[in-house]
């Protein structure tokens, strides 16, 4: 509920802070005192259009900050301070300040972090519930009837609302499954021809790079190949120079012990030979490694080509062209279960639609019993408000299957007849500002409403009525009160009367240095201070001991 209200240069407010608290409390004031300045601050702080007119005279800037507790904090507020990524620490206040340039521009913070004016408006209606002589929002907004009415009826509203989004769930899958099937139907044909080439060329990972490995060694060998035949020609035949090292080593062999140098002559003749014999060996190897065969070339390069143009094909690289044959034995596979598939997904949809269905039907039955009873609430609430004379009624209508979703497949909306024999018509529509304000008072008594907003409103419900009628608002805007907060804006001593806490909204002028300045004020009346108030607003500008007596008795009276 609202705890505090902090105004800082609003039109005639210079500076005033103001304390709430739970129940029923009332603002009187003469007539042009500045009690729309309240609400316009209070208006501003919960996001609606920065105006700089709303800027004192001869102020720069101006600020409304109001403060909300709770017990604990509604989820509902939670979520959006949470996605916001604003922190408030349990049991930490709720505060909401608006800060206003005279240019126009504002700045929002809710508890000293910045904020968006959109989030203050979407806090809003969670915060504050307004009612007044030009109410369109609350219970007169036909968007919200339906919701109250589920409320009053206590049914399964959530139950439809999961239903409606597990059927949405399931027919969202279902059609998504069939555009896939049907592109892939689409291509079947493709498919197949894409398998059947891959499969013929029979890929295999690490191919293309042993094939580029060989191409390689063999266009070496043959850029190589003159030279490695003088070479190994050299190598060849009796009088090549390893046969007659080998000679050479066996004659010295005969004669090494004649003399030590012939002895060390072997050993070095020995080690030549067997060196040479390595590089005899290695330059054969190099000649298999390296043999030029033209045909083997040819077929290495037709794979090789025949690889790259398929992994062009399919945008992909040679090694995953493998990957790409099962990736397409997958689809065409799932072509061919794809009407399994889409039997179990329809049967799923329809068994969900129908659960929906059911549970919503069920709903609109509780509606239909809900509004007889609330009707009838209504209807007793309206004679003693002086609307003796009005109907009410609330209209369920069917709606058309494209309009069903999470709130079920019905309509509702609350409709007056004002006089006999007239016809019904929406709240807005046909009552007048006077009317409307006792037909909400008539709704929200008889709708006993939970879960609505923190604080609720009423701004000058009673104008025009008086006497029994003014009573009669009086003890229902106390009855609501009384497990809530609400405060009310009147100029009834009745309603005036049954207040837990009365303020007092004044206007003074007094001259400065710039001349003479007007100011708006804004006090909590004690008992005495209270009497007295309540004896003005009975008897006009002259308070009399009988006013005062009158006075008396309808604050004993409550």
């Not at 700045?107 to 979407?122: F, H, T, W």
Request: hydrophobic fraction near 50%; charged fraction near 25%.
């Amino acid at each position: 509920m609202l705890t505090r209200l902090a105004i800082r240069n609003i039109v005639l407010i210079e500076a005033l802070d103001l304390d709430f608290a739970g129940g029923l409390g009332v603002l009187t004031g003469e007539t042009g005192a500045g009690k729309s300045i309240l609400l316009d601050a209070l208006g501003l702080v919960l996001g609606a259009r920065a105006d700089g007119g709303l800027i004192r005279a001869g102020a720069d800037s101006a600020s409304v900050a109001a403060q909300f507790e709770f017990a604990p904090l509604p989820p509902a507020i939670a979520a959006m301070l949470d996605e916001a990524g604003i922190m408030v620490e349990p049991g930490e206040p709720l505060l909401l300040r608006r800060q206003l340039k005279a240019d126009g521009g504002s700045k929002a913070l809710i508890n000293d972090q910045p904020a968006s004016v959109a989030l203050l408006r979407e806090l809003a209606p969670l915060l504050v519930e307004l009612h007044g002589q030009h109410d369109d929002r609350g219970l007169a907004n036909p968007r919200g009837h339906r919701l109250l009415l589920d409320r009053y009826a206590g049914g399964e509203a959530e139950g439809v609302a999961g239903a409606w989004a597990a059927w949405r769930a399931a027919e969202d899958a279902l059609a998504e499954a069939r555009a896939r099937i049907e592109r892939a139907a689409a291509d079947r044909e493709l498919y197949a021809a894409h398998l059947a080439e891959l499969a013929t060329l029979g890929p295999q990972p690490g191919e293309e790079e042993a094939l580029a490995g060989a191409r390689a060694a063999m266009q070496k060998g043959e850029k190589l190949a003159d030279d490695l035949a003088a070479l190994q020609h050299l190598w060849a035949g009796s009088e090549a120079p390893l046969a007659q090292l080998r000679g050479a080593a066996r004659r010295l062999d005969r004669i090494a012990g004649e003399h030590p140098l012939l002895g060390e002559a072997l050993a070095a003749l020995d080690r030549a030979v067997i060196e040479a014999g390595e590089a005899e060996e290695h330059l054969a190897r190099a000649a298999d490694a390296l043999a030029h065969d033209p045909a083997e070339l040819d077929r290495i390069e037709t794979r090789l080509f025949d690889l790259r143009a398929l992994a062009r094909k399919h945008g992909c690289a040679p090694d995953a062209l493998a990957d790409k044959a099962a990736e397409l034995a997958a689809l065409l596979a799932a072509i061919e279960g794809g009407e399994a598939e889409l039997a179990g997904l329809e049967r799923r949809a329809d068994e969900l639609g129908m659960d929906y269905r059911a549970r919503a039907e069920a709903l609109s039955a509780s509606r239909v019993e809900a509004a007889a009873r609330l009707d009838a609430a209504v209807a007793g609430e309206l004679a003693p408000l002086k609307l003796d004379a009005a109907r009410f009624r609330t209209r369920i209508g069917r709606l058309p299957e494209d309009r069903w979703g999470p709130g079920g497949i019905d309509a509702v909306e609350f409709l007056i007849a004002t006089n006999p024999g007239a016809d019904f018509a929406p709240l807005t529509k046909i009552a007048s500002g006077g009317e409307l304000s006792r037909f909400i008072l008539a709704l929200k008594v008889a709708l006993a409403e939970q879960g609505g907003a923190a604080t609720v409103i009423f701004d000058e419900i009673d104008r025009g009525v008086g006497g029994a009628v003014a009573s009669a608002i009086g003890e229902r805007l106390a009855r609501l009160a009384s497990s809530g907060q609400l405060l009310a804006v009147t100029h009834s001593p009745q309603v005036a009367a049954r207040g837990q806490r009365h303020y007092l909204i004044a206007k003074s002028s007094a001259g400065d240095s710039g001349g003479l300045v007007t100011r708006t004020s804004v006090r909590l009346l004690d008992a005495a201070e209270r009497q007295e108030e309540i004896a003005r607003m009975l008897s006009g500008a002259e308070v009399t001991p009988e006013a005062r007596a009158q006075a008396d008795r309808l604050l004993e009276g409550v």
